[in-house]
C-alpha cells in the first residue's frame, strides 16, 4: 500500500519482498549487504528499508551501509504533504544526483551532526541536518513552493523539513515531547490546507 512515485520507497519494498521471498522458498539465507547488492542490480538503486532496527548512512546506488548509528532514529511526529500529486517520478529514469564538490563538502559536517543527533536522540539538530539536506536537493529535484512550506513549518515551530530525494513528498517535523505540537500541527494543517495541499499526519 506504499503511494507509488513519491519518494516514499515503493519500488524497492517491491524489490525485496521478491528477494526475501526467493530466498525464503529455496532456503537460502543471505546477508544484509547480499540482499542489497542483489537489489541495485534489479533496479539501480535501493533505500535502506531493509534495516527496521537502526538508522544507517547507506549509499543507494552502490547498495552499501557507509555507517551505522547503531541505534534508531528517536520517534518524530509528521504532517506529509504531496508536492505535486498529480506527477510521479520514475525512479529508473531519474537521473541520479550529481554534487558539485561544494555540496560535497557541506555533507562532511552534516555527516557529523547527524551522529551527534542520533547519539543524543537530539531531534532539533536532527531537524537542521534534515534542511540543510532537503535544500541541497533543490538543484536536482525541486518541490513545488517548498519555501511556502518551510515558512509554514518555522511559524509552527517544526524542528525541520525532509523530503524525499526521488519523489514529490515533503515532510514538517515536530517534536512528539513538546506539549506544544498537537495544537501546532493542527494550525501548520490548516495553513498548508489553504495552499491547496492535503496534508496528512503521522504521529509515533
Given amino acids: 500500500n506504499?503511494?507509488?512515485?513519491?519518494?516514499?520507497g515503493s519500488s524497492t519494498a517491491d524489490v525485496l519482498a521478491s528477494i526475501l521471498a526467493v530466498l525464503d522458498c529455496l532456503g537460502i539465507e543471505a546477508a544484509s549487504d547480499e540482499i542489497m547488492q542483489i537489489a541495485v542490480r534489479a533496479e539501480t538503486a535501493c533505500d535502506s528499508t531493509l534495516f527496521k532496527q537502526q538508522a544507517v548512512l547507506f549509499a543507494q546506488r552502490d547498495g552499501i551501509?557507509?555507517?551505522s548509528f547503531l541505534r534508531p532514529l528517536p520517534s518524530i511526529d509528521l504532517v506529509s504533504v504531496d508536492t505535486a500529486p498529480e506527477a510521479t517520478v520514475d525512479t529508473l529514469e531519474f537521473e541520479?544526483?550529481?554534487?558539485?564538490w561544494r555540496e560535497i563538502e557541506t555533507f562532511r559536517p552534516l555527516r557529523g551532526l547527524l551522529r551527534l543527533a542520533i547519539r543524543k536522540a537530539d531531534l532539533r539538530l536532527l531537524g537542521r541536518v534534515a534542511t540543510a539536506s532537503a535544500r541541497i536537493n533543490e538543484r536536482f529535484l525541486p518541490k513545488p513552493r517548498l519555501n511556502d512550506i518551510e515558512t509554514i513549518a518555522a511559524r509552527f515551530d517544526a524542528i525541520g523539513l525532509q523530503v524525499a530525494h526521488s519523489g514529490t513528498v515533503v515532510g514538517l517535523m515536530f517534536d512528539p515531547r513538546d506539549e506544544k505540537t498537537p495544537e501546532n500541527i493542527d494550525r501548520a494543517v490548516s495553513e498548508l490546507g489553504l495552499l491547496d495541499f492535503q496534508p496528512t499526519i503521522f504521529c509515533h
Fill in 2 to 8: 506504499i503511494p507509488v512515485g513519491r519518494g516514499m
Fill in 65 to 67: 551501509v557507509l555507517e
Fill in 96 to 100: 541520479p544526483a550529481r554534487y558539485d
